[in-house]
């Protein structure tokens, strides 16, 4: 009976295949960099609305979050922050309960002369769709709508309550993810179908963000002697950075899950910006970094070292000596998070059933990997006592030009997320 | 009757002296940043005419100057660049005429918390005004205008016909002073009151401006190793240019009037740009240079070269070499000028003028100096056959915080520029 429940979801999913690549496009034509989401938030709402799901859209509010674990620091209001959860409440109460969580969000285009294509405009060329998103992630959350569609074209729904999630915020602060769990949202497991390959994560690292702001008394360039040149005052300190980072990735601060990578942990200089004039000497200069941590690295003493590096660098430095950097934070205090560490039973029972419905829609057994990066999994794993799944489709040049989303990888992700929802929700009658 | 015309101008100076530092305070007031000159330049037309000087007005025309020697490159049009000028035709046309130069655009301010008091809202203390462009330089603009309104307090007027540009584009091509020329506009000597501190410019270097823009294929950090870091590409870039520029200083290149200066040829990292993703590998990055050469060194060889060391270190790192910068040109291409070179009889007979009248006003011999910077002072001397004579008032911080500017030299420098318009032109009853 399982096998052919299993059947007929692979049946429903790909009849509505070419409906879920539409679908795809469609939401990965809404340019929803962070603060442009609305109109993304608004098709996701509509699209949950018009299946029934009881629709929850709200503006996350900082002060109700910005007191809890997790909690990563902002710039600014969240006017534009809003999330969209759409809920089924399962009739029977059956069986165990389950979140599926994407996020809206998407990193910027960078120069558009770089993409063959505009990224957003999505197209389909050789069974990948490109387009900024398109992997990171709205194939994931296309997957978890069209699963669930494909136990309703069953005639089937879920056993327990399923709360789909549509969030804002993954890609610089995870509030996003923190506002659902702020408002209550609670359940056994949470699916996250982030793009990695249809690994199964079993570890994610932890991410700090923070922005260096150097200041300086310039003047004309024609006493550039007696100028001090803030943007080359930054790189001394970046210099510092990187030695950190290669005294972070040493073989005996990595934990099981890392063991075997030699530089899982990398320091990204991802923006800078200094000057006003190039007869100037410029007098500012601010560079952001991206630094990782390994799950059970500490925040705070993370970025005691971090400070420590920049003021170490900037007293060796005859012009910051007597102008200090100053360091801000506001992005990422991301802990980092290891499934693996997670011997409950629930835990151990919802990799179980992935695996289970992996396979059954591969032929293939669910590989493991620790990945580099960071995703909302945390907030789920390490605030809310829920094991956190997170297995999404094949992807490639996530954050780069060109960023596309393997469309038979979304296809078979789908199919073992409407499986893997059978067998933990169990089903009842529509 | 020298002595008691020099007397009378001395007065008339200090007559209307509370007038011209409210003429420089109101002058400065107006942020005339390049692109946003029009209402100084307003304000200095409606000045010209209520004196009676002819007034001329015009847009620059890159199409009516880009031909011409001495025209820098720009981006976009001119639509914002207008330049004034104030013709006093001389009734007897008894004696030479002369051009009184000043340049009403203003470096950016940069960060308005770096100011002891905001930028455009001057103010006088312990005798110095303070002010951006204050200094640099609209006290030289006031000084032109009261030079010529003392030799109307006494009755007088030139008896040569005199020019007083106020030019837009001085602090990034010159193409305001060029546009000049181009618009038939010449003298026998022209003076151009930029603020050196009542020292006579006898050198000045040349400038040229270009930036670099560096492309890459980024990607998420994760997976850093397989992105390239645009903006850390940019260092071995910037430390071969400053390899360059030391080449450059060696003592065996240096002309005369530069002999005794270790370091006159400044280059100048002014601005930089990259990135848009603190957790993106970047995949851009814009970096703009200024970078001075000597009087009587080529700007093309000078350009090669720059081309050759930003190429060469590029091909010597694994991300440039396959994705080579591109150098753009859109600021000064200035060639260095030096009047110390000038042996006509004009050139010596007009600075034993300003000699004379400075000696008058201070009671001091006129200190020659080669400046590190550039002035417009190259398109009369290199391209019009004019001697120009650099000679302002004192000031401070230009291009830098708090510039200000010291009243008691503009007072100086307003009796000598009026005593030296006597001499140089000789004088008429009204």
Not at 158 to 187: I, K, W
Not at 232 to 252: K, Y
Not at 384 to 405: C, K, M, S, W
Request: proline share 4%.
């Amino acid at each position: 009976m399982q096998d052919d429940l299993n059947t007929n979801l692979c049946n429903a999913v790909d009849a509505a295949f070419d409906q879920q690549v539409q679908f795809l496009s469609d939401l990965t034509a809404h340019p929803s960099i962070r603060g442009n989401e609305q109109s993304a938030q608004a098709f996701m709402a509509t699209t949950l609305s018009e299946r029934g799901y009881e629709l929850d859209r709200w503006q996350i509010d900082v002060a109700e979050i910005s007191h809890l674990p997790g909690f990563s620091p902002v710039i600014g209001d969240y006017e534009d922050a809003v999330n969209v959860v759409g809920t089924h409440r399962s009739r029977t109460q059956s069986g165990r309960s389950l979140i599926l969580n994407g996020h809206i969000d998407v990193v910027p285009a960078g120069p558009l002369d770089m993409w063959d294509s505009p990224p957003f405009e999505p197209r389909v060329e050789d069974g990948w769709l490109y387009g900024r998103g398109g992997g990171d992630m709205k194939a994931g959350l296309a997957s978890n709508l069209f699963a669930l569609d494909a136990l309703a074209a069953c005639g089937l729904a879920p056993g327990g309550d399923v709360f789909v999630q549509s969030v804002v915020e993954e890609e610089c602060t995870g509030n996003g993810a923190l506002a659902c769990l702020a408002r209550g949202y609670a359940a056994d497991a949470a699916l996250i179908p982030e793009p990695f390959s249809e690994h199964l994560v079993t570890a994610q690292l932890g991410v700090i963000w923070f922005q260096v702001h150097l200041r300086g008394r310039p003047t004309h360039v024609a006493y550039a002697g007696s100028g001090a040149n803030a943007i080359e005052a930054a790189f001394p300190l970046i210099r510092a950075l990187h030695e950190m980072e290669h005294r972070w990735n040493a073989a005996e601060h990595r934990p099981a899950d890392y063991a075997h990578m030699d530089h899982a942990l990398n320091l990204n200089l991802g923006k800078i910006e200094g000057g006003d004039w190039t007869s100037s000497v410029p007098a500012w200069a601010v560079f952001d970094v991206r630094m990782a941590i390994f799950p059970g690295q500490s925040i705070e003493a993370a970025k005691t070292e971090i400070e420590q590096v920049i003021l170490d660098a900037a007293r060796d430095n005859d012009f910051l000596r007597n102008s200090l950097p100053e360091i801000v934070y506001h992005g990422f205090h991301a802990e980092g998070y290891a499934l693996s560490q997670d011997s409950s039973a629930k835990a151990q029972s919802a990799i179980a059933a992935l695996d289970q419905a992996h396979q059954a829609a591969t032929g293939e057994a669910l590989v493991r990997e620790a990945i580099t990066a960071t995703t909302d999994a945390r907030f789920f794993g390490l605030y809310a006592d829920t094991p956190a799944l997170v297995y999404g489709p094949r992807a490639e040049a996530i954050h780069g030009f060109n960023e596309r989303v393997e469309l038979e990888s979304m296809r078979r992700v789908t199919k073992a997320t409407a499986m893997f929802i059978a067998d933990w929700c169990g089903v009842e009658t529509i």
